[in-house]
């Protein structure tokens, strides 16, 4: 099993920054794909920024320009440096991220997995 844990979520006013943290620990082989996810009040999850263990990044246009994502390979960890922030981007954030473990009989697992969640609050 994999867990995600995010932290450095809060409150923080429109204009504002915060950066998301995510560390994944367990039985971990490789990370291929680490990602954030957010999701609003009575509104869907939605993708906010992927990075592959090759370092290609994806942005939602939404925060292209404002948000950026980065990994360390060595620690197992995802960020989420998030500038310039508006009331709009008050959500969840979620961590995600999927790869290969390998198990006591020596097969490998794929596997994919969710952190629990961290509140990012844009208000004045």
């Known amino acids: 099993q994999v867990q995600l844990v995010e932290s450095g979520g809060g409150l923080v006013q429109p204009g504002g920054s915060l950066t998301l943290s995510c560390a994944a620990s367990?039985?971990?082989?490789?990370?291929?794909?680490m990602g954030w996810y957010r999701q609003a009040p009575g509104k869907e999850r939605e993708l906010v920024a992927r990075?592959?263990?090759?370092?290609?990044?994806y942005y939602a246009d939404s925060v292209k320009g404002r948000f950026t994502i980065s990994r360390d390979n060595a620690k197992n960890m995802v960020y989420l440096q998030m500038n310039s922030l508006k009331q709009e981007d008050t959500a969840v954030y979620y961590c995600?991220?999927?790869?290969?473990?390998?198990?006591?009989?020596?097969?490998?697992?794929?596997?994919?997995?969710w952190g629990q969640g961290t509140q990012v609050t844009v208000s004045s």
């Open positions: 367990g039985s971990i082989f490789s990370i291929n794909t």
């Open positions: 995600n991220a999927d790869g290969l473990s390998i198990d006591a009989t020596k097969h490998i697992l794929e596997w994919g997995s």
């Open positions: 990075v592959s263990s090759g370092g290609i990044t």
